[in-house]
DNA sequence: TTTGACTCTTACCTTAGGTCATAGTTTACC
DNA sequence: GGTAAACTATGACCTAAGGTAAGAGTCAAA
């Protein structure tokens, strides 16, 4: 009957002994016997026991959730497999969207020789663009959808990226001013800048028909759901009751 | 002059108040000032400040490298972004490589009708290393392994020696786990950390290119050469037939 | 018998906050 | 002006999975 003491398991099994100890302490993997002065000892059962412990951490697993596994012969392993895989899947694609993100980003640093944080900070926030186009296709339907993304397409890819960009600034620029009225006239100018940007996505920029409406619309969209502005990865309500705020009175009276 | 209270602020911002505490704290975010029932006020720099701490966050920098890369203008951000991207990336593979480890293991389930975790047990002491000397030596050429070796001299020491102590750990760890199938999950789980070790060793981390033959020729190295598999002074041939064989099913099913 | 290696328990440290608890402050309302 | 609600401050303890260290006890070889 071979025993061994905690620096030979945690030896064999390349842990460390302090491993062994929280292993105990959580009911994880309790030693065969203690000796008359407390020193673990662990049999073959416990080693085979803490390889298995090994392979469920391997996966990720928390200790918690393996000793229930280990413990428990009915567990639903298939279950806690399906979960499991589920829980990874989700950081797996998150983290494919942030070395998307980090990849443009340094793309960005390199191309427009950015210094300082600020000009990243700028650089990201790009985001917010995106947020406009969903907002005008979510406001008005698959035929205006259509329509629109037609238009984008003939509009080639520099002009878009010179509008989304433009939309960047402006964002920006109002988040900075959030101190003053929405009415006020350094507001609105910031505003009216807004309003041609966003003509010019719809594609409508020529059109007779009146477009108050729909901007106002727009503006009261961005209050319903707050995806629309959300600033990197942030619900940014304050921003979105603002901008609302500014772009309806923009419209009742400029439009 | 606009000041928010930690309760506007935290609002605006999408953070808890505690967060806002915390950041203070850690000299993240300090208020503007204090009033004298030391409430804390933040200005429109603080809001500012807080998003761009907010941004990086979202890019799941540490704090900590947050406020360095905040309160040093002159920091290498294209260098941290870097070797953050290179962090990021390597818990993608990870994870992606876990993922088709438990779909096997699920599949695994069903076919076989396991019913706990014992079954998930493969081979103990059936296979004996006797079993691996039927040596596949004139397989695969060796174009690849100079490649290799070229890239270790552009290494720096630093980096060498740690990548060194890393592959020592690893192979004690396979050599603890030597009783069992080189195909088990346990093992491959290993196989996984030696392979992410290994390319990093050939500075293809980031490569798109296949690795899968070139892993396969490594394995099948250690088995003509065994510089490549002495631990601890000692030349082991077990461990090198074992571990060649655990490569090879590695790269054939997950690469 | 002494030394060195080993082991024990206890306890504090790490991330990025969450969740109370207690006490002081400001605001709203009557 | 008084009171109650809402807000704020600090401090303490909690999370996961151990790392690190302190102080004390134990074992084996010289």
Redesign the pocket.
Known sequence: MVK???????KIAG????????????GLLK?LL????????YGEKELLRLQQVLLY?EL???????RQILDDPKFDLFEAFATHKAALQTRKNRLEILLKTIDKTMLELKNKNMLNHEDLYEGLSKETADTYRKAAIDAYGDEVISKAENHLLKMGKRNFEQLKAEQQEIAKAIIAKMHLSPESVSVQALILRHYENIRQFWGTAHSEDPQAEAYKGLGELYLTDERYTTIDGKSNLAYAQFLSKAMTYFAETQL
Chains 1, 2 share one sequence.
């Open positions: 061994y003491t905690v620096k030979q398991l945690a842990v460390s002994v302090r491993t062994l100890h929280l292993y105990d302490r959580l030693p203690r000796t008359e002065a407390k020193y673990r000892l951490k990720d697993f928390p200790l918690e959730e393996i």
